[in-house]
């Protein structure tokens, strides 16, 4: 059974720095897809972040720059690293994996319950 787990969400100061994480079980191969969704409320959600199975990144052009998605040592686990972190940045993060590998098709079935990134002023 999949699951998808995130963690490394808090509470910063403008300016400041967040390490997201994200590790998925229950995968049936290495050629996965793990993205960032988050949703502010009364918003759309936005695919923040995406990185393919070959480790080509895709990111929201809001935060071109100052976020960056890698992937970590530990099997399945992939980072959100968010730099400079705005107060626009403030809302629940969600970590989310498609099986088909890219970030360029849809089909993010597996997701996590999220993790909460608040940035005060």
């Known amino acids: 059974q999949m699951q998808v787990e995130e963690s490394g969400g808090g509470l910063v100061q403008a300016g400041e720095s967040l390490r997201l994480s994200c590790t998925a079980s229950?995968?049936?191969?290495?050629?996965?897809?793990m993205a960032w969704f988050r949703q502010a409320p009364g918003k759309e959600r936005e695919r923040v972040s995406c990185?393919?199975?070959?480790?080509?990144?895709a990111y929201l052009d809001s935060v071109k720059g100052r976020f960056t998605i890698s992937r970590g040592n530990a099997k399945n686990t992939r980072y959100l690293q968010m730099n400079s972190l705005e107060p626009e940045d403030t809302t629940m993060y969600y970590c989310?994996?498609?099986?088909?590998?890219?970030?360029?098709?849809?089909?993010?079935?597996?997701w996590g319950q999220g993790t909460q990134v608040t940035v005060s002023s």
């Open positions: 990185i393919s199975w070959n480790d080509e990144p």
């Open positions: 229950g995968l049936t191969s290495d050629d996965y897809a």
């Open positions: 989310a994996v498609s099986e088909y590998g890219s970030c360029y098709i849809s089909g993010f079935r597996y």
